[in-house]
């Protein structure tokens, strides 16, 4: 069974930060990309960050220098260090991992709320 769990959303005022993590088990095959995804109410889906298993970072010019993701390709795990947060960063924000044969994960999301 795929699972992706994420963990580490909530309620932060503008400027501070928020650790998201997330847990991928029972993809097959190896897991070549894990990131985060993010959607607001009325929004698409977009791009936060991702990172492959041979360190190559993505990230969306909105959250650069903000954010770090990371990654252990061992425990296949990814989190997200989101610092500076600002209220534009409030969103559903999604755990995704991709394998080897190009399948996509998604986790079910988890809650980012940043006060003004």
């Known amino acids: 069974q795929v699972q992706l769990v994420e963990s580490g959303g909530g309620l932060v005022q503008a400027g501070g930060s928020l650790r998201l993590s997330c847990a991928a088990s029972?993809?097959?095959?190896?897991?070549?990309?894990m990131g985060w995804y993010r959607q607001a109410p009325g929004k698409q889906r977009d791009l936060v960050a991702t990172?492959?298993?041979?360190?190559?970072?993505k990230y969306a010019d909105f959250v650069r220098g903000r954010f770090t993701i990371s990654r252990d390709n061992v425990e296949n795990t990814a989190s997200l260090q989101m610092n500076n947060l600002k209220p534009e960063d409030t969103a559903v924000y999604y755990c995704?991992?991709?394998?080897?044969?190009?399948?996509?994960?998604w986790g079910q999301g988890t809650q980012v709320t940043v006060s003004s």
């Open positions: 995704y991992a991709r394998n080897s044969w190009d399948n996509e994960y």
């Open positions: 990172r492959t298993r041979g360190g190559i970072r």
């Open positions: 029972g993809i097959p095959a190896r897991i070549d990309e």
